[in-house]
């Protein structure tokens, strides 16, 4: 989707993150990065002025019809999760998605895919909060509270608002290859994939780790410069000075995932520019980035991108 058009709405009453988001990685012009970027549209169903969150207003330029007709559509929350959803807004979405565009959803947006009946028989996510009342509104929709985003191709949905960031770049690999996603996530000051899943959020009290945080990012610098190497639990424990169950405990309290889980992906991470770049055989790139075997390297890279490394080479690769 190159150069695709993107709308989102906005809606009287909104924060103004989710839009913000939405409108820096998709809006801001990046001539820098040599491709055709998106044209972004902000649509609402009203020309009026509308509210926002914080004591200003906001008027959009395009209506309805305009968002309903680009090619990838967002919705970034609802005004009242337990209100009806604008019947315009529902129609919007049924055309939209009928005609082949892709919608997606940011936190309390869920909603509103679920009430277009986009959702239907699919997972999707929203802000854990939310995850109840979703389920118990729309039972049809599997509701998985744990989670980042969900993609199913046409629709995506995502958890709480930082979330949207998550997918939003989500949606640029897709579109771009990794080496531009993460071009782009480096601008933003975040990381370009976020491990673990909104679990890790839910009513968790904020804690001051300290040292043992300084310990464990020590671990993980360490590993992303060794990825080629075997690298186990003990060792990882052994770079931040900690007992290994000890290590795995704050480890995973810091990132929501298992050192392993973490190491996995991040090997995975590392082959997508090389399978986009380079012409080195699958097996030469899963070795490079520290798998044991080719076997291994399409198994857990299948699991995680959804295609096998060759489908991934064959979308993506630059000449």
Known sequence: MSGATVSVLAFDGMAPFELGAVVEVFGLPRPELDVPWYDLRVCAETTEPLRIVGGFTMSARHGLDVFAAADTVIVPGVADVRAEVSPAVVAALRTAHARGARVVSICSGAFALAAAGLLDGREATTHWKYAGLLRTLHPRVRVNPDVLYVDHGDVLTSAG??????????????????????????????????????????????????????????????????LAEPI??????????????????????????????????????????????????????????????????RHHFTRAVRTSPSAYRKAFHRA
């Open 161 to 226: 608002s930082a979330a949207g960031l998550d997918l939003c770049l989500h949606l640029v690999r897709k579109d771009h290859g990794a080496k531009i996603a993460n071009a782009v996530a480096r601008r933003l000051v975040i990381p370009p994939h976020r491990e673990g899943g909104q679990a890790q959020f839910i009513e968790a009290q904020v804690r001051d780790m300290g040292e043992e945080d300084d310990a464990i990012a020590r671990s993980m610098a360490w590993a992303l410069a060794n």
């Open 232 to 297: 186990t639990v003990a060792a990882l424990a052994r770079e931040a000075r900690m007992a290994p169950r000890t290590y795995i405990r704050h480890f995973t309290r810091r990132t929501g995932t298992s050192p392993i889980r973490w190491i996995i992906t991040q090997r995975i991470n590392a082959s997508l520019p090389l399978l986009e770049s380079s012409t080195a055989p699958v097996e030469e790139v899963g070795a490079a980035v520290g798998f044991e075997s080719p076997a291994t390297f």
